[in-house]
């Protein structure tokens, strides 16, 4: 196979995915603006490997992008590249707009031009907005797309700009559209490394709400190997739902999370709620388990224990994370006693 052009892999599931393509002995150029969230400390053990290579830049850069496809043959793109973040996108959407549309369109265009044979833009269930309520059917590939806050509005433009290139362009473009992921080197502003961060701390816990927010979550390496069976086995110009069928409250995980790491419920701390908070997300995956033969192997349990150990022995990661362009926002937005 030629190499994998991946964008964002510097990030918590970018990474995840370099790691496992590398060990799998694909080739692997890696292209990452290393923002916030951007790390290369979460690819340490593969950084020497010989089908790696690392660039430092932004998808929006066309000169820089179409420098590599011509300097390496490139047959399948993975655009993880993106703002990620909701609470930033709330307080801000410019620089989401930019690398989630502008930065999608940038890649396709090129690699338009360099007859690749895959493109796999990675999106998410947010771009189907929130279920109502725990009765209502959960979120398929033919559901509407109705974003609720600017981080998901901005995918799901870049969800609409893919499906166009294919319809106009025959561009071979498969959009994939997994649940919340959680795991190792998720960037602690994020729910569930924030709780385990702030408990090993015994520092105050803050919780959005009423707590009853559901969120349908995915253990990170799931998310992957799902990857790896679309770019392997999925049909051009088709959505693929991702998703382990394991929706919980967002209270539930929190308790569940402390009385794993044996820390009191007292450090939970009730916060306003965020803008526009949405309910409930609950994904379908019967597709990609019919058509791909995908199924999540991991138990939620144990995959978040494994989770909590992880941060434990990388609690020195999860500092740097908040001592650098992080510490302004977390102090900004996490005003409470520590
Ligand atoms: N985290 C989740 O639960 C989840 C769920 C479904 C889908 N997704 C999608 O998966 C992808 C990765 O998410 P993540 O959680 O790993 O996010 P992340 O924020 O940890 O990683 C994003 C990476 O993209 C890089 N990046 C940002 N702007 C860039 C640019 N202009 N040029 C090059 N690189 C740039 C960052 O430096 C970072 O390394 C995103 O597209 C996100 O929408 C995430």
Redesign the pocket.
Known sequence: MDNIFV??G?????SSFVRNAVKRDLKIIN?????Y??NLKNLNDIEDKKNYVFIK????DEGLVESIFKKYKISIVVN??????VDRSIMGSNGFIK?NIL?TGILMDIARKYNIDRFLQ????EVYGDLENELAERFTEKSQIYPSNPYAAS?AGADMLVGSYYRTHKFPAIISR????FGPY??PE?FIPLIIYRALKNKSIPLYGDGLNIRDWIFVEDHVEALFSIIENGKIGEIYNIGSENEIRNIDILKMILKIMNKNESLIEYVKDRKGHDRRYGIDPSKIRKELNFESKHIFEIAIEKTIQWYKDNIKWAEECIDGSYRDYYNNNYKMKE
Do not use: P, R, V
């Open positions: 964008t964002g510097a990030g918590f599931i970018g292209l990452d603006i290393l923002n969230a951007g830049g932004d998808i929006c993880f590249a993106a703002e990620s973040h690398t930065g990675i999106s998410t269930d995918k997994c649940s919340n992921n998720q960037f994020k």
